[in-house]
């Protein structure tokens, strides 16, 4: 049994906190909502009421917050995570922030005698409860190592990516690609329905042909041929616009940076910050096929 500290019970965290400690680790919980807190008590958690006492003494300490502003004051504020728990506990960040944040989070880390890890995650919220997310990692050899069963946990898939950054390097370029191929996937169906071919007879034909890919086969936005997805209950998340927007801000932020060319990139942010500017931030992402239909 290890002593786990899991700050940020999101819709996120909360299934990552509770299969923590389903495996059987004493897991101390906390959060800014108290009603989150209680969820997670519910589930085995042991309570906090402060950031401070959630790590004290903790092994490991697991963050999952909205935006790197958060990261940096919980770990590095004047009452944070580098205040208050020993310097032998290993530091999991699964938030997505960007790569200049995430780098700075770890340079303040390491002067401050700490592993840490960037691990964001991708899998959306029904992976976080099944413990089936895939996380993509940077940090040294160390910190991965340190963190890697703990990560093993909450995901089937754990992959090193590099250095300190290198995860949200791998989770930008991720979601940009997921981006662009929504919204690729939805003016696909729009059309073939369009033109008289029905949304499952489609789905049949190019699931299995040159045009398949994630956004089609396990996520798919016309109703009907994936049960399981987002359209089959008008598009409630899941995985929404606002966060998607997020993402795609991150990596074309990043991209300015690199000086690397992302023309779909920004044609896929322009998509989602129009969905976002009119209203419709708590959307699915694959409720960009609504706007397709010119539905709304």
Same mark, same amino acid.
């Given at each position: 049994m290890t002593k786990i500290a899991f700050i940020g019970l999101g819709n996120m965290g909360s299934g990552m906190c509770a299969n923590l400690v389903g495996a @059987?680790?004493?897991?101390?919980?906390?959060?800014?909502?108290?009603? +989150?807190?209680?969820?997670? #008590?519910?589930? $085995? =958690?042991?309570p906090a009421a402060s950031l401070g006492e959630a !790590?004290? $003494? =903790? #092994?490991? !300490? !697991?963050?999952m917050l909205p935006a790197g502003k958060h990261v940096l004051e919980v770990y590095f504020g004047e009452? *944070?995570? /580098? /205040?208050?728990?020993?310097? /032998?506990a290993a530091l999991i960040d699964c938030s997505t922030i960007s790569v200049d944040e995430a780098r #700075?989070?770890?340079?303040?880390?390491k002067a401050a005698g700490f592993l840490m890890v960037d691990a964001p995650v991708s899998g959306g919220t029904a992976a976080a409860d099944a413990g089936t997310l895939t996380f993509m990692v940077g940090g040294p050899d +160390? =910190?991965?190592?340190? +963190?890697?069963p703990f990560l093993e946990i909450m995901g089937k898939n754990v992959f090193?990516? @590099?250095? =300190? $950054?290198n995860g949200q390097v791998a989770k930008i370029a991720n979601n940009m690609l997921l981006g662009i191929s929504m919204v690729g996937t939805c003016e696909a169906f729009n059309l073939a329905e369009k033109l008289g071919l029905d949304a499952q007879t489609f789905f049949n034909i190019a699931s299995t042909a040159s045009g398949q890919c994630w956004s089609m086969t396990s996520y798919c936005p016309a109703p009907g041929p994936v049960p399981a997805a987002p359209s089959n209950r008008d598009y409630q998340p899941g995985f929404a616009v606002a966060m998607m927007l997020k993402d795609l801000k991150l990596a074309l932020g990043a991209a300015e940076t690199a000086g690397a060319n992302?023309?779909? $990139?920004?044609?896929?942010?322009? /998509?989602? +910050?129009?969905?976002?500017?009119? *209203?419709?931030?708590g959307l699915d992402f694959s *409720? !960009?096929?609504k706007r397709v239909r010119g539905e709304i």
């Open positions: @059987g680790h004493e897991v101390t919980a906390f959060d800014l909502n108290p009603d +989150a807190i209680k969820q997670a #008590e519910s589930k $085995g =958690a042991r !790590v004290s $003494g =903790a #092994e490991i !300490v !697991v963050t009452q *944070g995570v /580098t /205040t208050h728990a020993p310097s /032998t #700075e989070a770890a340079d303040k880390a +160390a =910190a991965f190592e340190a +963190a890697k090193h990516a @590099g250095p =300190a $950054g992302v023309e779909f $990139g920004k044609l896929a942010e322009t /998509t989602y +910050a129009n969905l976002s500017a009119d *209203g419709f931030d *409720g !960009v096929m």
